[in-house]
């Protein structure tokens, strides 16, 4: 991977601090783990930007350890053109099952864009919750999106009514699956959202998910509806892949009322708290992943979120510059890694 050629790691159950100089590949090492979860990087689209300078593909191996004491072995290998995925030594053709054995959050310092950028990101935030907490979910986004292609496509190519239309009943029933499933998931998630909120900020904050199309309607009629005005446009313009999660402190979008540094903690706490429903509701501990944890914060604010971090019950690895910036006080014990020129040590 950029800036580590080769690295093995024996971490910490629990807590892993991963401390070095900018540039020193702390950040890959993060993004290594990230990839072997969910297949891609959590700062590029573009896998060529993580594959090291001169090599054709990148490969992570891990092991986890499963609920009952087992351990499962997880493998990827991406290249500029392929991508060959292991689990448990058989090949699967998913990323998905990747994140299904081996669930990964992140918080950064550019986490605060989920709020600031469009409603894609906030799906993705709800989305990755569902897909482990509610069961048949995958399924109906596989199938919801598959008819959604093929809509589109008969819309951009001018087809007759009755083709853009033979989509309507799959799309539909898709659609209210997708969207009760968020649902469902929104209000178990409401309380560790309240509880993380309340401790990181000392705010309320309302959240609330718009489903993509009109209240009033069901999605058969508001695709009925807006056949001609979608015709037009050349795609579907309204429905669960145009839904975004709506939130609040006293009224107003948390995008103009919170700080920068509010916002980074009011992120910080729905990850948490999507991290905690999963322990939960599935009894599977998550690996968390918090870059450069310092940055933007104080001193206070970053106790308070170690704090939290060791209530957690996941994996956590934690990036910072310098090794004293971090209150390591909450966690009974903890590992040291050491980054330079991208070569990683334990320290003891």
Known sequence: M?????ATLAPHEACNVVF??????????LEAIHILGLARSFRTPHIKQVIARGEDSLTVFGRRRRRDGSELGLGI??????????VGGANVDRAAELAR????????????????????????????????VEHGFIEAWRSYYRALRQRNAA?????????????????????????????TYLERLRPWLADYVGRLLGLEVRFDLHAGWARDLSYGQALAAALGSDREAGFTRQGPHRADLSIRAEGVSV??????????????????????LLGEAQGERCVLLVDDLPAELDRERRTRLMGLLSEAEAQVFVTSTERDLLDL??????????????????VV
Request: hydrophobic share 35%; proline share 3%.
């Open 101 to 132: 054995w081996l669930p990964v959050q992140v918080i950064t310092p550019e986490s605060h864009e989920i709020l600031e950028q469009g409603p894609k990101f906030r799906r993705q935030f709800l989305d990755w919750g569902v897909f482990h």
């Open 255 to 276: 995008q103009q009322s919170l700080s920068r540094g509010q916002q980074k903690l009011l992120v910080a706490a729905m990850r948490l708290a999507q991290v905690r």
């Open 2 to 6: 950029r800036n580590i050629g080769q």
């Open 20 to 29: 070095g100089a900018n540039a020193s590949g702390k950040t890959s090492l």
């Open 329 to 346: 006080s909450p966690w009974a014990s903890c590992k040291l890694f050491h980054v330079e020129h991208g070569t990683i040590a334990e």
């Open 155 to 183: 819309l951009r190519q001018g087809g007759t009514e009755e083709a853009i239309r033979l989509w309507d009943e799959t799309l539909a029933a898709n659609a209210t699956a997708l969207t009760q499933a968020r649902r």
């Open 77 to 86: 290998e991406r290249g500029r053109q392929e991508t060959r995925i292991r």
